[in-house]
């Protein structure tokens, strides 16, 4: 085979970066010139990178001034046509997703870096059920998905599951649980249906073939909203395991902020009581003996992460929820 016909590889390391300002839960973005447009994301070098996440974190460094902290790998991307160019023929390029966690660092910080934090249900504003089920559910997603389902074709790529199915499984269809933790289900569903921006920029036929798409969150370059969705569901499903909350919480805290953040990253109501009993069940936080008073009402306890719990059992997590 000759260098020309063989097909050129970059690697990109994508950094899906969360944070939580008061009750939303963020996420970092990084600038395409004056505009947020995508993740914080640079080329794989092997010479000046050792490995994949020593590189990841120098190219954040790089482009929002953030030493990032937690840092786990989720997934290699790596289809055809996320990153489209003239005939298709540039070199073929493969993401390596992470999901990274952090605490609110100091905006004017970032904002000399061109880099700023954006609410992530901006661009999955169906996953955010804390105030009860969307209405863009019913309003938008599912009328569009249950059009779709009903045109299944011998073209669609084999699977366990048909195109109802997947509908009700996803999407709370029919009486189904809603499941949290299908993130990126859902946005896959809606890409492969044509009803997202990225299905179109990647010249996806059922997107071209409709005459307008419905507004499902904004967009955003290359497959980083796919990313974002693969983060977000495996911080919901670690939610369960890891003490990985307290990696977005100060030092100390309330309880009622300890719930919000779970809230937030969940996109769930919590039962306030249901949820004390199981922080107090699970050891996982401890006082510190001092109060706050800064409401005026009565002085909530402080309290803060007890790390012991990590070599006392194998799973110390928040388990919250289940489906519903």
Partial sequence: MSAADRTAIEIELVAAIVAVDGDEPMTLMAGDGAILTGLPSGRFDPLA?????IGLRAWVKAQTGLAVGYVEQLYTFGDRGRHPRPGD???????????ALTRMPDRAALRSSGAGFKPWYRFFPWEDWR???PEILDDTILPALDAWARH??????????????RLRQCFAAGGSPWDEEKVLDRYELLYEAGLVEEARHDGRKAALERTDLPALGEPMRHDHRRILATAIARLRAKLKYRPVIF???AGEFTLTDLQTTVEAISGRHLHKQNFRRLVETGALVEPTGETWTATGGRPAAIFRFR???IQ?????????????
């Avoid at 990178?49 to 996440?53: D, K, N, Q, R, Y």
């Avoid at 023929?89 to 999901?99: I, K, W």
């Fill in 49 to 53: 990178h050792h490995t994949f996440e």
């Fill in 89 to 99: 023929r540039g070199p073929h390029a493969v993401s390596v997703g992470y999901l």
């Fill in 131 to 133: 105030a009860g089920r």
């Fill in 152 to 165: 299944e074709t011998r073209d669609d790529p084999p699977r366990p599951l048909g195109r109802r199915e």
């Fill in 247 to 249: 990696e977005l919480m």
């Fill in 307 to 309: 790390r012991e719990v």
């Fill in 312 to 324: 006392e059992r194998p799973s110390p997590g928040l388990r919250v929820g289940g489906r519903g």
